[in-house]
């Protein structure tokens, strides 16, 4: 049973950055496809990009490319996702997801971590 | 602007089935596979339907999924109280390279 536990929530200026970890316990990590997904108070849910640990190659839909930065470190079983150039429309909770592969579900998700933008 | 459309809210009374939508294009859910997630309130989702019809071990069998062409559907049967709870489905999009949602449905239980 695999294990996904964030960090705790952020408070951020408009403008900065924000990284939130993912460390994963109890299953296989570097070959697993390592997901983030987004959801602002009170909307639905969005993709924001995900890597697979043992390719260290990570993938964006065109909305997030060169904002926001996925990497993995397996020695430590841990993804990140860092979101650059905050805005207040960035507010939202941000949860890991680990699926078996790129076309594969989300079977595990982690706790969430709330990330407030706000000056 | 969500590339899956869902109905914002569903509701039924307990015993009740309901149904909730999922209408997408050929380059998501025509040629991909649906899957329905569970949001309850203050949690994270939780997978409920993957492969347009499967369930995931542990999740009852009154629920159940299905597809035709664009569109998919997830069905509850015996609806329970504890149903009450936000559903989304989604599906990988070619065009987009990536994973898509629906905005979601509310799931009221009267």
């Known amino acids: 049973q695999v294990q996904l536990v964030q960090s705790g929530a952020e408070m951020k200026k408009p403008g900065s950055s924000v990284k939130v970890s993912c460390k994963a316990s109890?299953?296989?990590?570097?070959?697993?496809?390592v997901s983030w997904v987004r959801q602002a108070p009170g909307q639905g849910l969005e993709w924001m990009g995900g890597?697979?640990?043992?390719?260290?190659?990570?993938t964006y839909p065109q909305k997030f490319q060169g904002r926001a930065t996925i990497t993995a470190d397996e020695s430590t079983t841990t993804a990140y996702m860092e979101l650059s150039s905050l805005r207040s429309e960035d507010t939202a909770v941000y949860y890991c997801?680990?699926?078996?592969?790129?076309?594969?579900?989300?079977?595990?998700w982690g706790q969430g971590t709330l990330v407030t933008v706000s000056s | 602007q969500s590339v899956l459309t869902q109905p914002p809210s569903a509701s039924g009374t307990p015993g009740q089935r309901v149904t909730i939508s999922c209408s997408g294009s050929?380059?998501?859910?025509?040629?991909?596979?649906v899957f329905w997630y569970q949001q309850l309130p203050g949690t994270a989702p939780k997978l409920l339907i993957y492969?347009?019809?499967q369930r995931p071990s542990g999740v009852p069998d009154r629920f159940s999924g299905s597809k035709s062409g664009t569109s998919a559907s997830l069905a509850i049967s015996g609806l329970r109280s504890e149903d009450e709870a936000d559903y989304y489905c989604?599906?990988?999009?070619?065009?987009?390279?990536?994973?898509?949602f629906g905005g979601g449905t509310k799931l009221t239980v009267l």
């Open positions: 492969r347009n019809s």
């Open positions: 989604a599906a990988w999009d070619d065009s987009l390279s990536g994973w898509v």
């Open positions: 109890g299953g296989i990590f570097s070959t697993y496809a």
């Open positions: 050929n380059s998501n859910i025509g040629s991909k596979y």
């Open positions: 997801a680990i699926a078996a592969g790129w076309y594969d579900p989300f079977i595990y």
């Open positions: 890597i697979i640990p043992a390719s260290a190659t990570a």
